[in-house]
Nanobody
Framework: QVQVEESGGGLAQAGGSLTLSCTASGTTFEDAAMAWFRQAAGKEREMVSCIGWNDNIHYEDSVKGRFTISRDNAKNALYLQMNDLKPEDTATYYC??????????????????WGQGTQVTVSS
């Protein structure tokens, strides 16, 4: 059974930083497409960033230059370094392991294994 778990969320002030981590059991991250999604209250879920099986990286426009996705295959971990946080970054952030591809738009579905989410709240 695959279990994905996020950590690192919390409260930050605008302009601050947080680092999200994602680990999993029952599957490996190596050679897999991985992604971070977020969903703000009353809004649809959106992909924030993804990293492909060949380490290609994609960012949603609003986080380019502020967020950095990375992985550590030895630790079976995925990270999202979030700098210069803005109140509009407030959302529940989800890790998705072994998604269809990065970015998933090319094939039209996400798939993968998902965590329960971690809340990020940015105050102004």
């Amino acid at each position: 059974q695959v279990q994905v778990e996020e950590s690192g969320g919390g409260l930050a002030q605008a302009g601050g930083s947080l680092t999200l981590s994602c680990t999993a059991s029952g599957t490996t991250f190596e050679d897999a497409a991985m992604a971070w999604f977020r969903q703000a209250a009353g809004k649809e879920r959106e992909m924030v960033s993804c990293i492909g099986w060949n380490d290609n990286i994609h960012y949603e426009d609003s986080v380019k230059g502020r967020f950095t996705i990375s992985r550590d295959n030895a630790k079976n971990a995925l990270y999202l370094q979030m700098n210069d946080l803005k109140p509009e970054d407030t959302a529940t952030y989800y890790c998705a392991a072994r998604i269809s591809m990065c970015p998933y738009y090319a094939v039209g579905y996400v798939g993968g294994y998902w965590g329960q989410g971690t809340q990020v709240t940015v105050s102004s």
